[in-house]
């Protein structure tokens, strides 16, 4: 896919839209398996559970679309050089260091 046209202009929006949606392909199959009587129940019963499973799953969508967003305009930030130590007082030479001629 990279080596076609829409992979030469894809841009860092639609990158994470197509992992997103190989993602779903992917899962999708085991989500069912595992808990489809579970959802097939609770999108029959329809009501509030309903509309709140699918709210929560769009908003989280469009939280990390944001997030990335806006990561990719973000400057990484730069390390800053660590201050010098100070300079201490120099060591104090004692007389015995001293040799006497």
């Known amino acids: 896919m990279l080596k076609t046209e829409l ?3 894809m841009d860092n929006a639609s990158l994470f839209l197509h992992v997103n949606y190989y993602g779903v392909l992917l899962l999708l199959p085991a989500v069912l398996f595992f808990e489809g009587p579970i959802l097939v ?3 029959r019963a329809g009501g509030k559970p309903a509309r709140l499973f699918c709210l929560n799953g769009l908003l989280y969508y469009i939280n990390n679309q944001m997030n990335f967003l806006v990561l990719e305009k973000a400057r990484p930030p730069r390390p800053s050089p660590l201050p010098r130590p100070t300079a201490r007082h120099p060591p104090c030479s004692s007389s ?3 040799s006497t001629p």
């Open 7 to 9: 992979g030469r202009n």
């Open 41 to 43: 129940s609770l999108f």
């Open 96 to 98: 015995a260091d001293r």
